[in-house]
T-cell receptor, first 115, second 115 residues
Framework: EPEVTQTPSHQVTQMGQEVILRCVPISNHLYFYWYRQILGQKVEFLVSFYNNEISEKSEIFDDQFSVERPDGSNFTLKIRSTKLEDSAMYFC?????????????FGQGTRLTVV | AQTVTQSQPEMSVQEAETVTLSCTYDTSESDYYLFWYKQPPSRQMILVIRQEAYKQQNATENRFSVNFQKAAKSFSLKISDSQLGDAAMYFCAYRSASNNNDMRFGAGTRLTVKP
């Protein structure tokens, strides 16, 4: 069963530090996403990525955030200067074809704690 | 903007009994997809069931079924013959048919199954 994997499962970082969250999507998937869930709140869309560029981003995804697919397999989310309010569970997801009713596969999440 | 509301942060059910998880959503679109995802502890979200808005028939997957009320914008999940392995966080999600990037989640319902 193919699955999306995320590393690390838990990251603790000091406020102001840069953090990179890593994801390995399913190999034949073409669309990639990052979502986050602040404790007790809704899962929120951050960004989608297709053909090596951002296809859509939410208002949460400001200049502190960036994504890239550095080597054709990993899909990373970078937060340049973390803030306390960035503490959340971050989920990566991928789909085979973004414009059809296809299932989105999610990773198990990375819990980011900013102290 | 589309929003998804899960009004039950926590639910519990006795093993072998039936439980219904509520979900309502707000949209001005006529064509969309609805999903229920299950997230076991420390595991990735997995798709439980999905419903296309243009279909009147309620989706069913084994012990899982939905009650889709399009006019009321309600999409509840019924789990019959609950099993201990059903214990998880359940997320209701909405996805626009015209924009695959636009997938909105509720805050989740934590389901506990009592033996």
């Amino acid at each position: 069963e193919p699955e999306v994997t995320q590393t690390p499962s838990h990251q603790v970082t000091q406020m102001g530090q840069e953090v990179i969250l890593r994801c390995v999507p399913i190999s034949n998937h073409l669309y990639f996403y990052w979502y986050r869930q602040i404790l007790g709140q809704k899962v929120e869309f951050l960004v989608s990525f297709y053909n090596n560029e951002i296809s859509e981003k939410s208002e949460i995804f400001d200049d502190q955030f960036s994504v890239e697919r550095p080597d054709g397999s990993n899909f990373t989310l970078k937060i340049r200067s973390t803030k306390l309010e960035d503490s959340a569970m971050y989920f990566c997801a991928s789909t085979r074809n973004g414009f059809m009713n296809t299932e989105a596969f999610f990773g198990q999440g990375t819990r980011l704690t900013v102290v | 903007a589309q929003t998804v509301t899960q009004s039950q942060p926590e639910m519990s059910v006795q093993e072998a009994e039936t439980v219904t998880l509520s979900c309502t959503y707000d949209t001005s679109e006529s064509d969309y997809y609805l999903f229920w995802y299950k997230q076991p502890p420390s595991r990735q979200m997995i798709l439980v069931i999905r419903q296309e808005a243009y279909k009147q028939q309620n989706a069913t997957e084994n012990r899982f079924s939905v009650n889709f009320q399009k006019a009321a914008k309600s999409f509840s999940l019924k789990i019959s013959d609950s099993q201990l392995g059903d214990a998880a966080m359940y997320f209701c999600a909405y996805r626009s048919a015209s924009n695959n990037n636009d997938m909105r989640f509720g805050a989740g319902t934590r389901l506990t199954v009592k033996p």
